[in-house]
Each structure stands twice: as C-alpha cells, then as structure tokens.
C-alpha cells in the first residue's frame, strides 16, 4: 500500500528551527518529485518547497526562502524539510505530496500532486 508519513511537527518559539521528515512505503520516491505544501486555519493550502526527482532542481516559496531547505535520502526513501528562523506566520499543518513531473514549480505553484500524507503540525508561538 503506497503511503507517506510526514513526522517532526512539534510547537517552537520565534527563531527556533524544526526538520520535518516524510517517509514513503509501498513505493519508491526515486522517479516522483516531492513537495511540501501547508494550509493554515481559514487560508487555501500552499506550496513551500519542492524538489526534482534527480534532486538537481528545487523550488522555494518566496517566504520560506533562505530559511528552508528540502533533500531526500534516497536510501531511505525519505524527504526532509529543514525549517530554521521559523515565524508565527509558519504556523500551518505541513503535507508532503508526490507528482510524476519534471516541472517543480508548477507542482508548487498548482499544489498538484498525485499522493499526499496525512500532515503534520507545526505551531510557532512563544
């Protein structure tokens, strides 16, 4: 059964950081590209990251750029998103998704995915 399991969602002050995980089952992450998306309360859901299937093209959201970074693991079959100088405004529940593309931005820009996980929450707030 083809299943992603995101982790690492936890409540952090201002300026913290935190390292979401989503880990694949059922099928390898090799030939997908990978996102992450979030929707906060009363707000559509959104792109934040996304990253090739080769791993050689990324897309950032325009607020969460330089102070986020996506990779995937291959051998584990895993993609991570390393959050640092998080803001109250990065409040959201945190989905990772997978799309047979080549093209990361649109998958970002469109929140167009093929599977998605069930999310996981991330509250910043001191």
């Known amino acids: 059964q083809l299943q992603l399991v995101e982790s690492g969602g936890n409540l952090v002050q201002p300026g913290g950081s935190l390292r979401l995980s989503c880990a694949a089952s059922g099928f390898t992450l090799d030939y997908y590209a990978i996102g992450w998306f979030r929707q906060a309360p009363g707000k559509e859901r959104e792109g934040v990251s996304c990253?090739?299937?080769?791993?050689?093209?990324?897309y950032y959201a325009e607020s969460v750029k330089g102070r986020f970074t996506i990779s995937r693991d291959t051998a584990n079959n895993t993609v991570y998103l390393q959050m640092n100088r998080l803001v109250p405004e990065d409040t959201a529940v945190y989905f990772c998704a997978v799309q047979r593309t080549n093209t990361v931005q649109s998958m970002c820009v469109g929140v167009r995915a093929n599977y998605w996980g069930q999310g996981t929450q991330v509250t910043v707030s001191s």
């Open positions: 990253i090739s299937s080769g791993g050689g093209s990324t």
